[in-house]
């Protein structure tokens, strides 16, 4: 089954105090959330544009998968995330069609959303997430 | 005024024919439209999610855009495209604000559109574009 949408963009910055301005004074949207996800060693400010969020990721450990892509890449935009319904059944799929998964089974993601990496490998260079809002249904 | 939607995402890849299965039989997206875009030396693949497209891009010269961003980070997410109203407005604005822009003045892009791009130095690391379908008015 097709995606629905972009459910959201993922962007690492060095600073949400930072950047948080440009989306707002500049691009004129509004940030509506700023959340940490601890398990993802990142804090995450919120803004809506359409269907889609813009998500800017800023590392709270240098260690972790954001410190480390501006580490090596700099600021900029680390993924993509496409909304779709049967999270599970379309992972089996991708697996099937030889795709390499980060998650073969989905996790808790920011906003409560069921979300899995599709390795970038098996996405010429893009670090492609799927989600599925279960609260939907 | 804020951008209605996510127009598109900018996907710099080494090959569409190689690229676009991904998109069709893992993603489930349906390409409708491939094109030559020569001033920017790329041809471009289209894809349909929601509100937003992916557009898949290929180099057709080394020496151009897409060429060369694809020899410094490999293939990747290339640019983020929000679609505005009054596009010469927002570019003016943005000027006001201190904002570095690669079009003073709105030109020509894929489908019709009139794009600008705003530099990366003052996005955060985001190449970001802004588009106006004036065909729609």
């Not at 969020?53 to 090596?72: A, C, R, V, Y």
């Not at 260079?125 to 989600?131: D, K, S, Y």
Request: proline residues 4%.
């Amino acid at each position: 089954m097709e995606p629905t949408h972009i459910e959201h963009i993922g962007i690492a910055v060095n600073s949400l105090e930072q950047a948080i301005p440009f989306y707002e004074k500049v691009m004129g949207l509004k940030c509506y959330n700023v959340e940490e996800v601890a398990d993802q060693k990142v804090r995450t400010a919120f803004f809506r544009v359409g269907q889609t969020k813009i998500e800017l990721l800023e590392s709270t450990d240098p260690e972790g998968p954001i410190g480390k892509f501006i580490e090596k890449k700099g600021e900029g935009i680390h993924h993509i995330a496409f909304a779709v319904k049967g999270i599970e059944n379309k992972l089996r799929e991708a697996e099937s069609k030889g795709v390499r998964l980060i998650d073969t089974t989905p996790r808790k993601g920011a906003e409560g959303l069921d979300i899995a990496f599709i390795h970038p490998r098996s996405a010429f260079g893009v670090l492609t997430e799927l989600c599925e809002d279960k609260s939907d249904e």
